[in-house]
């Protein structure tokens, strides 16, 4: 609905605009002035003092805010996203007006998304509208939209349906339903709005002048017939087409100068321009002539009521009171009339000098509009109000039911209406949701709502502006804006205290500290990729070839991708890609790194373990590879789920600072959940814990493969680190700058100390193989005692493979055989080298200790044989080392077996 229609062009040129309404007005294609307010009303005035409106829902599904395709911005996203608040403006222009003040306060001085309208039509409702109507609500009270506001939890994107958080005027009538929903808990506490309404019926002065007893109930009973004669019906304009017109309107004459076109032409009472000045005319129901079946007359004459759902009482009124008038209105249930055909009415008497008598009241525009003529508002006084009478009003569902019984109501309740204080109905879960608000996030719209009031005299400014200017969605407009721009420490007056809250972003400081660093994340990748090209130089050294430089390779990567996220995680602005490159970086670069380091240390221990039992072990490097494949998967499924399930995100992380008015901003990653982060630390937290246990049970492993310390010391640096990161995250959780910065410091700093403490001590011997003589031809493995070590309750089977590790050959065999336990303490050690073609004794050294045993060596093609006894307590240590080129070449164990059998087996 609009109130009033717009010329069919009233402008060639944006200077036509600007002359008839301001400066930022554009003449737009349709030959219509735009509306000069779209960017804010503050802004319009005062660009460089104050900032352009935040946007709301409806500007940021038009892209209202930016620049494109032609279409200028006329918002800003707030810098704090607090929830958008919805106000009716319900069909009366007062009520229009209220809400269009309500949302320049929430969205210009608090910066708080506002529309305004019932949820299809805040487009066009709303006081930013580049449509520039006085639109009307299709309803006049919505509070089955506030409780819908609540089925919802307060966001009213989420539904289509009439949605609303804000009623600004409700009056008196309406109070049983304002009590039942309060008392449900639909509604929050009952506000006044600082308006005083008044309801009373009104004619016009003239009317007063020339038939005074029209402006008191107590003569009318008595006056029906001149009721009947003085209050004409009024006709509307296809009707008076139809009905009186002699031509159908085909002729313009002294009331039509044509036909009406459309559906609101058809049914209005009055067009401006003189198109259709009005037109009244006695009906079957002004005849007094006409009797009931009881001889009695029952004409009357012509009331304008108001429509059901407003406040009004006229039927119980007239019925009760003897008064002859009844409402002939279209509108159903108590023949009411619509807002705009009211004002219409009012409008045809004016210019037609007819009388008419009309349910009105007080603050509107109309009664400003004739305010000082023949045809101001002049009260008609009915039966005093009494508390008797109000508690007897009809509730307002009676008041629109078909039954005129109902309609009518008891008795004591036909009084005249008492002036009082209208109210704002604020939906509950507004309440409720900002409460539940974090602090530092919590909207000032539902306080600033409750703060809310204007009172009398204030809007009576406005009206009379609004009047004085043409009443136009222009002009009205205009006269808000207005009133608002002079009325500034008015409205500040409402504002909560802690309000209006500046957003702080992050500081030069800040930003200098991030990109330092940034800067050691940078050289710790740099580390990782020289460490890469070093390693691969000395690949060839014993060092490396021990430390499995294929499994040194895979740490590396993983050192890498830390490296990789600590740059991540002080990136200035994160998005989407890099808050995802966080988590992935450090799960995969953590498993990467400590993975292979558990399934090389674990499979040395399980090799050492077996041979001090005298056991087989077979250990393939591709089950190695699988394994930490395995791992590396798993982590990855993880990271699937959760890139998929809920995905960190950037988010903007608030703080209140201490004055309570600053609002620091920072950037952070975040999922909805803190299962997902939780569980990425245990997982690297467990690897540690792992990879700490085995370097332990490493320690007595043999020297060339034992890591332990510094394995040992490597854990023990990833766990400070770790631990570091932990008490970061929970200390600072809430201080996302703080959080990333110490987070990506405590990751750089974690690469380098593992490079550092790892391979930084095995380049330097690396080097030194490489590079001494003979340096890395050393064997790989020595006999030693333990390798001869003999548990008492088994007898055992050891195969070793001796061979010339300078010539690389293997082809010597040397098995041995216990048997009787000899006395003789110095003995010989006979062997048969294969090289030299010839035989080779060595002595063994004296004992004291009792236990000895004997054996027998043999040559592979057992062309050679020689008993031999010696020693296998802890002395043998003293026996001269000879080296072997490969581990022990097979491994059984026999219980109580006698004989030591060959073993031929080429893996190690």
């Known amino acids: 609905l609009l109130l009033l229609q717009q010329a069919s062009s009233e402008c060639i040129s944006d200077f036509d605009c600007s002359t008839l309404y301001h400066p930022n007005s554009k003449c737009t294609v349709s030959g219509v002035c735009s509306n000069p307010y779209v960017s804010g009303c503050l802004h319009s005035s005062d660009a460089a003092r104050h900032k352009m409106r935040v946007c709301n829902a409806d500007d940021m599904r038009l892209g209202n805010y930016e620049t494109k395709n032609g279409r200028e911005q006329t918002c800003r996203i707030a810098d704090i996203p607090y929830p958008e608040i919805r106000v009716h403006n319900q069909d009366w222009e007062v009520a229009i007006f209220l809400s269009w003040i309500m949302q320049i306060y929430l969205m210009e001085f608090l910066d708080v998304p506002a529309s305004v309208g019932l949820g299809d039509d805040t487009e066009i409702s709303s006081f930013y509208s580049m449509d520039t109507g006085l639109p009307l609500s299709r309803r006049s009270y919505s509070f089955d939209a506030l409780v819908r506001a609540n089925e919802f939890g307060g966001d009213c994107s989420q539904t289509t349906e009439d949605c609303v958080h804000v009623i600004p005027d409700v009056w008196l009538g309406q109070k049983d339903t304002l009590l039942s929903h309060f008392d449900d808990g639909d509604i929050d506490y009952l506000d006044g709005n600082g308006q005083v309404g008044k309801i009373s019926w009104y004619v016009p002065k003239k009317t007063a002048q020339d038939h005074p007893f029209t402006i008191t109930y107590v003569g009318m009973p008595e006056k029906r017939q001149e009721l009947a004669d003085i209050f004409k ?16 309107c085909t002729q313009p004459d002294e009331v039509a100068s044509r036909y009406p076109i459309t559906d609101f032409e058809k049914s209005s009472y009055f067009a401006p321009n003189g198109n259709y000045i009005g037109h009244f005319r006695h009906t079957q129901e002004n005849n007094c002539t006409i009797l009931d079946e009881f001889g009695n007359s029952t004409c009357t004459g012509h009331f304008v009521n108001a429509p059901c759902t407003w406040s009004t009482f006229a039927d119980a009124q007239t019925h009760w009171n003897d008064i002859p008038l009844a409402s002939s209105g279209p509108t159903a249930a108590n023949s009411g009339y619509s807002y705009s055909q009211m004002l219409q009415v009012w409008d045809a008497a004016n210019a037609t000098r007819e009388h008419v008598m009309m349910w009105w009241y007080e603050p509107d525009p109309l009664l400003e509009e004739y305010r000082g003529t023949d045809y101001q508002f002049t009260k008609v006084h009915l039966p005093s109000p009494s508390v008797e009478c109000r508690e007897s009003r009809v509730p307002p569902n009676d008041r629109c039911s078909e039954d005129p019984i109902k309609r009518r109501g008891a008795k004591e309740g036909s009084c005249d209406n008492i002036g009082h204080t209208t109210k704002k109905a604020i939906a509950s879960s ?20 409750r703060n809310f009031n204007i009172d009398d005299l204030d809007l009576a400014v406005v009206l009379r502006d609004y009047v004085k200017k043409g009443r136009t969605g222009h002009t009205a407009r205009e006269s808000v804006c207005e009133w608002v721009q002079n009325n500034m420490d008015v409205l500040d007056k409402f504002m909560p205290v802690g309000y209006p809250r500046t957003l702080r972003s992050e500081s030069e400081t800040q930003n200098m500290l991030k990109t330092i660093a940034q800067g050691v994340g940078a050289f710790a990748t740099i580390y990782v990729l020289v460490s890469f090209a070093i390693t691969h130089h000395y690949r060839k050294a014993r060092i490396m070839v021990f430390a499995q430089v294929q499994f040194v390779f895979v740490m590396l990567f993983g050192l890498l991708l830390v490296a990789l996220s600590s740059i991540m995680h002080a990136a200035l602005t994160p998005d989407d890609n890099t808050c995802l490159a966080q988590v992935w970086f450090v799960s995969l670069g953590y498993t ?3 993975g292979p380091l558990i399934i090389k240390v674990s499979a040395i221990n399980q090799l050492m373990r077996a041979s001090q039992r005298m056991r087989r072990v077979r250990i393939k490097p591709q089950t190695l590879y699988f394994q930490v494949a395995g791992l590396a998967c798993f982590v990855t499924v993880f990271l699937l789920v ?3 399930v809920d995905p960190p995100r950037p988010e903007m992380f608030r703080i209140l600072v201490d004055d309570g008015t600053t609002v620091s901003a920072q950037a952070t990653c975040s999922s909805d959940e803190e299962l997902w982060v939780t569980g990425y630390h245990f997982w690297e937290g467990f690897l540690i814990l792992c990879a700490f246990v085995l370097a332990f049970q490493s320690r007595g492993v043999k020297a060339e493969f034992n890591e332990s310390r510094a394995v040992g010391t490597m854990i023990y640096s990833h766990f400070v680190f770790a631990a570091l990161r932990v008490i970061v995250y929970l200390t600072f959780g809430e201080e996302p700058y703080t959080n990333a910065v110490a987070t990506s410091f405590l990751l750089s700093l974690d690469v380098i100390s593992a490079l550092t403490i790892y391979l930084v ?22 006999i030693t005692a333990s390798s001869f070590r003999r548990e008492a309750s088994t007898s055992t089977v050891t195969g070793l493979n001796l061979s010339n590790t300078n010539s690389g050959s293997s082809k010597t065999l040397l098995t041995f055989q216990p048997s009787k336990q000899l006395t003789k303490a110095n003995s010989t050690f006979s062997y048969f080298d294969e090289n030299a073609k010839r035989k080779s004794n060595e002595s063994l050294p004296e004992s004291t200790d009792t ?6 060596f043999t040559t592979s093609d057992n062309k050679f044989g020689r008993r031999v006894s010696f020693k296998t307590t802890s002395d043998i240590e003293n026996i001269r080392r000879h080296s072997i080129d490969r581990p022990l ?7 109580r077996s006698d004989h030591l059998t060959e073993t031929n087996n080429d893996e190690s």
């Not at 019906?233 to 009186?244: A, G, I, K, L, S």
């Not at 095995?762 to 890395?776: I, S």
């Not at 070449?889 to 219980?895: A, D, F, T, V, Y």
Request: aromatic letters at 10%; a negative charge.
């Open 642 to 644: 959760w890139t998929f």
């Open 851 to 856: 236990e000895e045993m004997s054996g027998s």
């Open 233 to 248: 019906r009024p006709t509307n304009w296809q009707d008076y087409c139809h009905e009186v017109s002699l031509n159908n």
């Open 592 to 594: 990467c790194l400590l």
């Open 889 to 895: 070449s097979g491994i059984e164990e026999s219980s």
């Open 761 to 782: 001590p095995k380049w330097v011997k690396g080097h030194k193989q490489l590079t001494k003589p003979g340096g890395n031809e050393t064997p790989r493995f020595q």
């Open 430 to 449: 507004l309440r409720d949701s900002t409460r539940a608000t974090p602090e530092v996030d919590q909207s000032p719209g539902y306080s600033a709502i």
